[in-house]
């Protein structure tokens, strides 16, 4: 039955490009004119939200989302998740209700369609570029100022090998964090990979379990002195959690 997944990926993998362009493809003009001012991004993210869940469902997935405490509604959160999955943006935008942009990699902007809402709406970084991660900064500073969230993979990238459970985590977005005292809510995304991983031949329909974990306040925290051992303290809580599922 080998060669039955090589004949079905490829199928799966098309379905969820047109699943992820059609709908903008429909709402292509009102798309546009909510992301004109970051005064109606609410909205964007409201339809982003419905987008997300049209994929997700229309994937045959199945989310489940644990809290272990509710977001706090208008509250700006710093959202750090593992990263393993195209998908993880989807159930990210699922996961929180408070509106958030992403920071993700300048890649991404090439994907027809997707990719022009996603230079719009998200702060891009180029890895090799040091004026580009500078930049990031300067972007996600003034979106912040504007009540909105951030909502940052801190691997920094997918482990190219499927074993690593979870990759290095980076400094970004803790520094970004202690800065503006806004909480950071770690976020564990526990099946992704298997669902949909980057590895071509490979994934399916299935469950697909995020758990929020406790917000942490981030107020009187040293940029100099916290950085690192917060950093590593939330890399711990979300590690726990994947190593723990796979007992």
Not at 22 to 43: A, C, G, N, Q
Not at 46 to 64: E, K
Not at 170 to 194: C, M, S, Y
């Amino acid at each position: 039955m080998k060669w039955l997944r090589y004949i079905l990926m490829p199928l799966y993998r098309v379905w969820f490009y047109i699943l992820m362009g059609v709908p903008i493809i429909i709402l292509f003009p009102i798309l546009v004119v909510f992301t004109i001012s970051e005064k109606t991004y609410h909205i964007f993210f409201a339809i982003a939200r419905f987008w997300a869940a049209i994929i997700i469902y229309g994937m045959g997935f199945w989310p489940i989302i644990k809290r272990e405490e509710p977001m706090q509604k208008g509250q700006s959160y710093m959202l750090v998740a593992n990263h393993t999955s195209m998908t993880d943006i989807m159930i990210m935008l699922l996961v929180s209700k408070n509106p958030f942009v992403f920071v993700g990699k300048a890649e991404l902007a090439k994907i027809p369609i997707f990719g022009f809402f996603y230079k719009r709406t998200c702060i891009l970084v180029d890895r090799n570029n040091p004026r580009s991660r500078k930049a990031v900064f300067d972007r996600a500073r003034a979106r912040l100022s504007t009540g909105v969230g951030i909502c940052i993979f801190p691997e920094g990238g997918v482990p190219d090998d499927m074993n690593v459970t979870l990759d290095s985590f980076k400094d970004g977005a803790f520094r970004l964090a202690i800065e503006h005292e806004i909480p950071v809510l770690p976020v564990t995304l526990f099946d992704n990979k298997q669902r949909f991983p980057f590895h071509f031949f490979y994934g399916g329909p299935g469950k697909m379990r995020a758990l929020t974990h406790k917000a942490i306040d981030t107020a009187g925290m040293n940029l100099k002195e916290d950085k690192i051992r917060f950093r590593e303290s939330v890399r711990t809580i979300i590690l726990s959690s994947l190593e723990n599922d796979l007992k």
